[in-house]
């Protein structure tokens, strides 16, 4: 069994900047790609960034440019940095990760983080 627990949410203006962390905890596990997702009010969860374990990224077009992902895989923690932000990044910001323990793999979701940008 694979805890994310996910931290740096919080209120800011537009153009400003925010930090997020997601620390995973278990025993005997791997991780494979680590990942951020978000979901404003009404719409469906989207995915933001991407990072696999190699380093390789993926972003959502929306955030390109702008946002940052990245990860500690010594203590499997995974960031999105944040800048510049719009109003429309307005959501709660959930981080996902694929683990293997032994044979098994599956994913795993945070608890959510809210990130509020106001103009």
């Keep these: 069994q694979v805890q994310l627990v996910e931290s740096g949410g919080g209120l800011v203006q537009a153009g400003g900047s925010l930090r997020l962390s ?3 905890s278990g025993s005997r596990f ?3 790609t680590m990942s951020w997702y978000r979901q404003a009010p009404g719409k469906q969860r989207e995915l933001v960034a991407a990072i696999t374990s190699g380093g390789s990224t993926n972003y959502a077009d929306s ?3 702008r946002f940052t992902i990245s ?3 010594a ?3 995974v960031y999105l940095q944040m800048n510049s ?3 429309e990044d307005t959501a709660v910001y959930y981080c996902y990760c694929h683990a293997v323990s032994g044979l098994v793999g599956r994913g795993y979701w945070g608890q959510g983080t809210q990130v509020t940008v106001s103009s």
């Design 85 to 87: 932000l719009k109003r």
């Design 30 to 32: 791997s991780i494979n």
């Design 22 to 24: 997601c620390a995973a």
């Design 71 to 73: 990860r500690d895989n």
């Design 63 to 65: 955030v390109k440019g």
């Design 75 to 77: 203590n499997n923690t």
